[in-house]
């Protein structure tokens, strides 16, 4: 299983980008899909969580309205549509993959042990 993110770079405040999380080695649509961030000396946090299985998706507060997670099933790729960006939205942005769970019916997940492959991050910088 391999996932490789990309489309993140720098932005000023009020902007906006689409990163990319392709999969190989796994059908993404059959499993949960997350999307975390981490900022300098901060955890890593769950930002936004898809099943294409139950056609479900969740966001953290901090982003409801905001980002828009989606799937692109012919391509195997998930994307989260970052708009509105704020300085705080700075990070880097993993992408992930639990491979027990095809659906989210019982609620969200947002927490680094419910997954279980990781891409290697991409940076997003948000300036004032």
């Known amino acids: 299983v391999q996932l490789v993110e990309s489309g993140g770079g720098l932005v000023q405040a009020g902007g906006s980008l689409r990163l990319s999380c392709a999969a190989s080695g796994v059908w993404l649509d059959d499993y949960v899909i997350g999307w975390f961030h981490q900022a300098p000396g901060k955890e890593r946090e769950g930002v936004s969580c898809?099943?294409?299985?139950?056609?479900?998706?969740y966001y953290t507060d901090s982003v409801k309205g905001r980002f828009t997670i989606s799937a692109d099933s012919a391509k195997n790729t998930v994307y989260l549509q970052m708009d509105s960006l704020k300085p705080e939205d700075t990070a880097v942005y993993y992408c992930?993959?639990?491979?027990?769970?095809?659906?989210?019916?019982?609620?969200?997940?947002?927490?680094?042990?419910?997954?279980?492959?990781w891409g290697q991050g991409t940076q997003v910088t948000v300036s004032s």
């Open positions: 992930a993959v639990d491979l027990y769970s095809t659906s989210l019916t019982y609620g969200s997940k947002w927490y680094r042990y419910e997954y279980d492959f």
């Open positions: 898809i099943s294409r299985g139950d056609t479900t998706t």
